[in-house]
């Protein structure tokens, strides 16, 4: 199956190779006949060499398109491609051939741009495969250990996981501590201790001592895998979401197959007119008609955003998600790393008095323990604490209750609020205050007295409050997806006035969610940035990854935010309402042309040169239109970015 895909994807490579030359080569075959002083004849020669060079790639595909479009809708639907064609072939039955060439390379070219705009490529995976574990160690009866391969595992077999190691799958601790790393899988940014008959995930870090463990699910049924399939799924179901020109295409080119031969059939009846000149004006009317400013009403002023928007950090991997942002009702985010920071900081301490120790004692003896300590909570407090001497301390670590060091015939501890059966009135107070804040609360104790609290949170992004104001200004719902207690979510979404709170979920979870949202509210936009948010990212309308984020979220994602910085989503929401308006503006000002010169058409006031003169001006107006977007001003909000 790998082959066949691989093959399908060579030969669709090799195809849009072969069309992109072959235009070039019509290009320079209409230059050739454009500028050099050759007969009239081979002229028009060269002209349909020109559109039969540059044009069969999208003549053919508008016709594979219209049959396959027609049947699932159970009528004629026909595209832009289909008008082109006819338009092409009328101008060259009134014997334009350069009209019809020149018709044929604007809609061809603006069609390759579009192509290399979106990027229809399938998004790659691998960096997502890799975090797959590959191995096993397998622990026989006898209590010898092997390395075997993770898909040669059965539920009940016993494994040892060695300090670095990965979790090869999920199950359950047999015995002993671990401290893992679980924020591949479930977003929790702080590393979660567990001890016997916890559940532990494939694919999360063993951060500390080695433990054993039970196989309880199939390789194929881990948290991961079930990640790994959530984005194939998605990835071949995405549906193409259609553009505002795309949504016009069937009833715009009916309408006009439908007059054009009405109107030549006709006219001689109700104007008087010959056979001959009816069909002249009916040809003109096909030239007039085609859709090259309309055509060109959306990918110049697409192009020109996605340019725009690079310059200022937001990368759009297709035209169509920049399209449709601007209609995005509902945008989901992921807590850790996107709203937060990602790693914890140290925001409240309290000490309490105790014999002949001073506060500076504390937080010296405080600092030295936390040294010894490989842990990102010791990280927190060696960056808040500056302390004022330095000694030798003998440190030892229990895992599940902290640690522990002896100094000057005192006894020290640093651990769990619950390690302590009894609290000083003022630290329970304390404790209570900040785990309601959605803060983790440690507590230093000397000869088993607790004496102090240390609060650490993971603190929200510094812009990311302006761009949710910016976001609930524009009318758009707000939510916040964490694998965090909703408890310590609130305490964030708060601080941020973020909506609404959905917490203690895992990876599957995030994709169904979004689902969700989508049947309630209309379209969804995710923003994340680990491998945890990769389904999610694939089930949105649009999804965003951070730029720091992992390889997985920015493969899957539709857009990339670069430096972490929310205030660039503001502006990409921005941009993309300009670019929607602006869009507007080209396809009425197109239709307002064509009308315009229908009716003088009609009137007789119109020939060939008049009518490609116009349409082509039209055509260079609306892209000019669309290329504003390069230039665009930041707001006095945005200015800031760089």
């Known amino acids: 199956?790998?082959?066949?895909?691989?093959?399908?994807?060579?030969?669709?490579?090799?195809?849009?190779?072969?069309?992109?030359?072959?235009?070039?080569?019509?290009?320079?075959?209409?230059?050739?006949?454009?500028?050099?002083?050759?007969?009239a004849v081979t002229k028009n020669v060269f002209y349909a060499v020109t559109i039969l060079l540059s044009g069969y790639h999208v003549i053919w595909e508008g016709i594979i398109e219209t049959i396959a479009e027609s049947k699932e809708h159970h009528s004629l639907r026909p595209n832009v491609h289909i008008l082109m064609t006819v338009a092409t072939i009328g101008a060259c039955i009134i014997g334009d051939?350069?009209?019809?060439?020149?018709?044929?390379?604007i809609f061809a070219g603006a069609h390759f741009l579009e192509e290399y705009a979106e990027g229809k490529s399938k998004r790659e995976i691998k960096g997502l495969l890799a975090l797959n574990p590959t191995e096993?160690?397998?622990?026989?009866?006898?209590?010898?250990?092997?390395?075997?391969?993770?898909?040669?595992?059965?539920?009940?077999?016993?494994?040892?996981?060695?300090?670095?190691?990965?979790?090869?799958?999920?199950?359950?601790?047999?015995?002993g501590h671990a401290v893992l790393n679980e924020s591949a899988i479930t977003g929790e940014s702080m590393p979660v201790e567990k001890s016997s008959g916890d559940i532990v995930f494939g694919g999360t870090i063993n951060q500390h001592v080695a433990f054993s463990m039970i196989v309880t699910k199939d390789s194929s049924e881990t948290v991961l895998s079930k990640v790994l399939h959530l984005v194939e799924e998605s990835q071949k179901n995405l549906p193409k979401a259609a553009t505002k020109i795309k949504k016009l295409e069937p009833t715009y080119v009916l309408t006009v197959l439908a007059l054009v031969p009405l109107f030549i059939v006709l006219a001689p009846y109700i104007m008087g007119w010959t056979y001959y000149e009816?069909?002249?004006?009916?040809?003109?009317?096909?030239?007039?008609?085609?859709?090259?400013?309309?055509?060109?009403?959306?990918?110049p002023a697409t192009l020109s955003g996605i340019s725009n928007l690079a310059r200022h950090g937001v990368l759009f991997k297709g035209g169509t998600y920049l399209n449709n942002l601007a209609d995005i009702k509902v945008v989901a985010f992921d807590k850790t790393g996107t709203l937060t920071k990602g790693e914890p900081e140290v925001t409240d301490s309290f000490f309490l008095p105790f014999k002949d120790h001073s506060e500076e004692l504390m937080i010296n003896v405080l600092v030295q323990m936390e040294q010894s300590a490989n842990h990102p909570l010791a990280d927190a407090i060696l960056n808040h604490f500056s302390p004022s001497n330095q000694f030798e301390l003998s440190?030892?670590?229990?895992?599940?209750?902290?640690?522990?060091?002896?100094?000057?015939?005192?006894?020290?501890?640093?651990?769990k609020p619950s390690n302590h059966s009894e609290l000083p009135e003022s630290l329970r107070a304390k404790v209570t205050q900040f785990s309601q804040e959605g803060k983790t609360v440690v507590v230093f104790g000397i000869d088993g007295t607790p004496v102090g609290v240390i609060a650490m949170m993971d603190l929200p992004n510094k812009n990311a409050k302006a761009a949710i104001k910016h976001l609930k200004d524009s009318g758009v719902h707000t939510v916040m997806l964490t694998g965090d207690s909703t408890v310590t979510g609130e305490a964030i979404a708060n601080q941020l006035g973020i909506d609404e709170v959905i917490g203690n979920i895992l990876p599957e979870d995030k994709a169904?969610?979004?689902?969700?949202?989508?049947?309630?509210?209309?379209?969804?936009?995710?923003?994340?940035?680990?491998?945890?948010?990769?389904?999610?990212?694939?089930?949105?309308?649009?999804?965003?990854?951070?730029?720091?984020?992992?390889?997985?979220?920015?493969?899957?994602?539709?857009?990339?935010?670069?430096?972490n910085d929310l205030r660039r989503l503001s502006y990409a929401v921005l941009i993309s309402k300009r670019l929607k308006s602006i869009v507007w503006q080209n396809i009425f000002f197109s239709l307002a042309v064509i009308a315009l010169l229908s009716v003088l058409n009609v009137l007789g006031k119109m020939d060939i040169g008049l009518g490609v003169l116009a349409h082509e001006g039209s055509t260079l107006v609306v892209i000019l239109n669309g290329l504003r977007l390069l230039t665009t001003p930041l707001l006095k909000k945005q200015a800031s970015l760089h």
Not at 2 to 31: F, P, W
Not at 97 to 105: M, S, T, V, Y
Not at 145 to 161: F, H
């Open 278 to 299: 009816s069909l002249y004006r009916g040809m003109v009317f096909l030239t007039v008609l085609s859709p090259c400013a309309l055509a060109a009403s959306v990918v």
């Open 97 to 105: 051939f350069n009209e019809g060439a020149l018709l044929i390379l």
């Open 1 to 39: 199956m790998e082959e066949a895909e691989h093959k399908q994807h060579h030969d669709h490579s090799h195809s849009h190779n072969v069309a992109l030359l072959t235009y070039g080569l019509g290009l320079l075959i209409y230059l050739v006949a454009l500028l050099t002083p050759i007969g």
């Open 136 to 175: 096993a160690r397998l622990v026989a009866e006898d209590g010898s250990v092997s390395t075997v391969a993770v898909s040669a595992l059965k539920t009940g077999d016993t494994l040892k996981v060695l300090p670095g190691d990965q979790v090869p799958t999920d199950g359950k601790i047999l015995n």
């Open 512 to 563: 169904s969610i979004v689902k969700d949202l989508q049947k309630s509210n209309g379209s969804t936009a995710m923003i994340g940035d680990g491998v945890n948010d990769a389904p999610a990212l694939v089930q949105a309308d649009i999804g965003f990854a951070m730029g720091d984020g992992t390889d997985v979220a920015i493969d899957v994602a539709d857009a990339v935010i670069m430096q």
């Open 395 to 415: 440190v030892s670590t229990e895992l599940g209750k902290g640690l522990t060091a002896v100094y000057n015939d005192h006894r020290y501890t640093i651990g």
